[in-house]
């Protein structure tokens, strides 16, 4: 096994470290994330079960995004009926994430109060959609899966087999830190990780795959299945059983994960893309979409004078003088 930098890479240092197991044909990515991840979720105090269900989600973008090889911009957007009705995380390459959830609290408190609880139980019904936008100059990608009931695993599993038609497999993993404060209190702090792997061999007849179950396929029909390559199943199989804190655990390195999963096959390990809290809005942008409303609204704004915008992304509050927007 090969490792690039010198340095171990722990978890919680905020980056996506890409790999390769050479003898099974795969790629892969590992994320883990601290300090970045806390800092997006603090400035909105959500309550712990949206916290945790949008740690995954910026995961989940993490892997994804930092596959993206220009300058462009992938995001993950949930709209369901369900406690949490929207979710959304925006990647810009190379590194900056942003994300925010809207919800209904008493309808997280009763969905997170039941037994079993997980999650991906705070949506409901409604779809995720995952957007690629590769600039001006380019047409936007567009991949949505219907949830229903549906993990983001099983959604990320869901596109890229419907979408990009490679074998894939994804798992995440989020835990809540509670350490004492210097007052006596609790502080919470979040760590989140994850780990990608996909098939990517160069005879395109290994890449076949069973077409995903309609659902609704009356009583008796078989499900389609094929026989998947050995060499897939064997990497799908081991990643299966990585577990929920051996994702998020501070004193397990990326070096040491893939060695319990590849060791018998070797992988090498390439240079970490760090990732970042950088938020897209500006004075600028904020000015521009204020164009768009309606003269009733200018017209009220203008009376008012001083008008406060926030970012639902990074909470802050642009103070802007209508007058000057909207002068003639």
């Known amino acids: 096994m090969t490792n690039t930098p010198a340095q171990p890479t722990a978890a919680g240092v905020d980056a996506v470290v890409p790999f390769a197991v050479e003898a099974l044909d795969v790629r892969g990515r590992i994320v883990n994330m601290g300090p970045v991840l806390n800092s997006m979720l603090a400035r909105h105090k959500y309550p712990a079960p949206v916290n945790k269900l949008l740690s995954e989600a910026i995961v989940l973008t993490a892997l994804l995004g930092s596959t993206l090889k220009f300058e462009g911009r992938l995001t993950l ?7 949490v009705s929207m979710l959304v995380v925006d990647f810009n390459a190379p590194d900056g994430l942003r994300a925010m959830a809207q919800f209904n609290a008493d309808k997280v408190a009763e969905v997170a109060a039941q037994d079993g609880f997980k999650p991906d139980h705070l949506l409901g019904k409604g779809h995720l959609a995952f957007t690629i936008d590769q600039g001006a100059h380019t047409s936007r990608y567009q991949g949505i899966v219907v949830l229903n009931g549906t993990s983001l695993e099983e959604a990320a599993h869901e596109y890229f087999q419907k979408s990009e038609q490679i074998p ?16 006596g209190g609790a502080e919470h702090s979040w760590l989140a990780g994850g780990i990608m792997v996909q098939f990517l061999p160069q005879s395109l007849d290994r890449l076949k795959q069973a077409d995903i179950h309609p659902g609704d396929a009356p009583e008796g029909h ?7 390559d050995d060499a ?33 096959r070797g992988a090498s390990v390439y240079s970490p893309q760090p990732m970042a809290d950088k938020c897209t809005c500006s004075e600028k942008k ?21 008008v406060h915008i926030k970012c639902d992304f990074c909470s802050k509050d642009y103070e802007l003088d209508a007058n000057e927007v909207f002068k003639d």
């Open 286 to 306: 904020i000015t521009a979409m204020m164009q768009n409303f309606s003269d009733a609204d200018k017209a009220e704004m203008k009376a008012e004078g001083i």
């Open 77 to 83: 957007q949930a709209q369901t009926d369900g406690a």
């Open 168 to 183: 894939t497999f994804v798992r995440l993993g989020v835990a809540e830190m509670l350490t004492k404060s210097e007052d």
């Open 222 to 228: 078989e499900a389609h299945q094929v026989e998947e």
């Open 232 to 264: 897939w199943v064997e990497a799908r199989s081991l990643v299966e059983t990585v577990k929920d804190d051996e994702l998020i655990d501070p004193s397990l390195t990326v070096e040491g994960l893939l060695y319990r999963l590849f060791h018998e």
